[in-house]
């Protein structure tokens, strides 16, 4: 994984840590720190001890969800299936919003 996405991943971890105490209540509670590259999960246990698997689990599902919709424009898939492009990026980002609990 290069710096770059490296990054990424350590911010939305942290985002996703900051909310935690309402994301957990719309998550599933059976992630497992094995369900994740070992080496990745030494970084965050370092740079965040008390984050739970669970909260690991929705920070890379956040990121995959945002670079998805990004990958799929940047490959030129998103116009010919959706007229608004904008609507769709801001339809998903609410609805990360809402899987945090924040909304």
Same mark, same amino acid.
């Given at each position: 994984?290069d710096?770059?996405? /490296?990054?990424a991943?350590?911010?939305l971890?942290? %985002? $996703?840590?900051? @909310?935690?105490?309402?994301? /957990?209540h719309?998550?599933?509670e059976d @992630? =497992?720190? =094995?369900? %994740?590259?070992? +080496?990745? $999960? @030494?970084? &965050?246990q370092? +740079?965040?001890? #008390?984050v739970?698997?669970?909260?690991?689990?929705?920070a890379l /599902? $956040?990121? !995959?969800?945002?670079? !998805?919709?990004v990958?799929?424009? &940047? +490959?030129?898939? &998103?116009?010919?299936?959706a !007229? #608004?492009?904008?609507? %769709?990026?801001?339809?998903?980002?609410? +609805?990360l919003v809402r =899987? %945090?609990?924040?909304?």
């Open positions: 994984m710096q770059t996405a /490296r990054r991943c350590r911010e971890t942290r %985002l $996703v840590a900051a @909310a935690w105490p309402h994301a /957990r719309h998550q599933p @992630a =497992s720190w =094995s369900d %994740l590259h070992p +080496d990745h $999960v @030494a970084k &965050i370092a +740079d965040l001890p #008390n739970p698997p669970a909260a690991a689990a929705l /599902r $956040v990121w !995959g969800r945002m670079h !998805g919709l990958a799929l424009e &940047i +490959d030129g898939h &998103i116009h010919p299936v !007229g #608004n492009p904008a609507a %769709l990026h801001r339809a998903e980002m609410l +609805d =899987s %945090l609990g924040l909304a």
